[in-house]
């Protein structure tokens, strides 16, 4: 897939994933949450030039680094959704401010290291992105779903995680 339709998928799922997550919807734990990272996954790994040929090392260093970025934010976009229990006993979540927060803080240290592969001379597939955004969104979606399992069973008193 070419750079520009790997980055406008990565935009266009970023804010869809964004516009979801700042409303109040219902969760369902038992919905199998892997389906869309396994592809964003799998076409980001296709990618021949996911890592410059010409320093493999600096380009893994690079990949990596953003990996470790949005494992961290995954999981702090996670604990920053509000999860609830209605009186009926059904498990609904949305994001927060610190939410937003989460997000502005991983986009500048995705353009951080854009910055620095730029200043490292190395070409830089819109892949990385997308390989991030599908680890990004499997890490939040897991960590959402542990919390949401861990509040009390139906049945007992609401209590906002």
């Given at each position: 897939m070419p750079a520009q339709a790997n980055?406008?998928?990565?935009?266009?799922?970023?804010?869809?994933?964004?516009?979801?997550?700042?409303?109040?919807?219902?969760?369902?734990?038992?919905?199998?949450?892997?389906?869309?990272?396994?592809?964003?996954?799998?076409?980001?790994?296709?990618?021949?030039?996911?890592?410059?040929?010409?320093?493999?090392?600096?380009?893994?260093?690079?990949?990596?680094?953003?990996?470790?970025?949005?494992?961290?934010?995954?999981s702090v976009w996670g604990w920053t959704v509000r999860i609830w229990r209605e009186a009926d006993g059904a498990l609904w979540s949305r994001g927060t401010r610190a939410t937003l927060a989460a997000w502005g803080g991983l986009i500048a240290i995705r353009f951080g290291l854009f910055g620095l592969g730029e200043a490292l001379h190395l070409r830089q597939s819109s892949s990385a992105l997308l390989l991030g955004l599908a680890v990004l969104l499997l890490v939040r979606t897991t960590v959402v779903n542990w919390r949401a399992r861990a509040l009390e069973p139906p049945g007992r008193a609401a209590v906002p995680c």
């Open positions: 980055a406008a998928l990565v935009v266009v799922v970023t804010l869809l994933v964004l516009r979801r997550q700042m409303r109040a919807q219902r969760l369902d734990t038992e919905r199998r949450s892997w389906p869309l990272p396994l592809i964003l996954a799998a076409v980001a790994l296709r990618d021949p030039q996911l890592l410059d040929r010409r320093d493999t090392a600096w380009s893994v260093v690079l990949v990596g680094a953003g990996l470790l970025a949005v494992l961290a934010a995954g």
